[in-house]
């Protein structure tokens, strides 16, 4: 198995390593801060365990970048570096939110704490998750697919999953945060599914497969699906 091989297999693994921390660590918080009443013992330790979950995320998060970034600078140094840029950003977003969560955590332990402290710290938990892995993961999901597509890496249907799933779940997430709708629910979950389709996919595809043979040299200029 060659260096790049190995390399492309061990970013699909941490794509795989996002998904298998960051849906237990959801459920868990959905847990452990329902709304009205205060922290449960039982809730403090799932509260801890889902923040180990996240950090574990962030390093993911960040390890995708840093594995891919030589396999793909190649095609654009630039857009490249952007894509290591706004993964390390998505991962520094996810650990605000781990420390605002274990925030909650000590300060329920303690006297004194109130409501609307602890419910001011929960939703600033909410945020970052909406800006971390909402926003800006749209926003670099779009970067490594294009990427990729110049490269002719991957098959063409996974780079379309990433083109067309990194705007509209920015976008879903845009509108949250201009108080448009109150969040992707119901019918509004199709939203998740290219981008979700996209990850699993590709991190599949990598630790099959790898990358395509020309991903190392630089782009032959193609075109690129625009997102109806």
């Known amino acids: 198995m060659t260096s790049t091989r190995r390399a492309a297999a061990a970013a699909g693994a941490l794509f795989l390593l996002t998904h298998v921390t960051s849906v237990p660590a959801a459920l868990l918080y959905d847990s452990a801060f329902g709304p009205g009443g205060a922290l449960e013992p039982g809730d403090a330790g799932a509260v801890r365990i889902a923040a180990l979950l996240e950090v574990v995320l962030a390093l993911g998060v960040v390890g995708t970048a840093f594995v891919l970034y030589p396999l793909v600078r190649r095609q654009h140094e630039g857009i490249a570096l952007g894509y290591v840029a706004l993964r390390t950003l998505e991962a520094g977003v996810i650990l605000v939110g781990v420390v605002t969560a274990l925030a909650v955590v000590t300060m329920q332990s303690g006297d004194g704490t109130t409501a609307v402290v602890r419910d001011g710290l929960i939703a600033v938990h909410d945020w970052t998750f909406l800006v971390g892995p ?68 590709l991190a599949v595809y990598l630790i099959a497969r790898g990358l395509g043979a020309d991903a190392g040299r630089p782009a032959v200029d193609r075109p690129v699906p625009v997102p109806a």
Do not use: K, Q, Y
């Open 134 to 201: 909402g926003l800006v993961c749209g926003a670099n999901t779009v970067l490594l697919a294009h990427l990729l597509h110049r490269a002719g890496a991957v098959p063409r249907f996974i780079t379309v999953l990433g083109l067309v799933g990194g705007p509209l779940i920015a976008t879903a997430n845009a509108g949250e945060l201009l108080g448009l709708h109150d969040g992707i629910s119901g019918a509004g979950g199709v939203l998740v599914v290219p981008i979700f389709a996209w990850e699993v996919c």
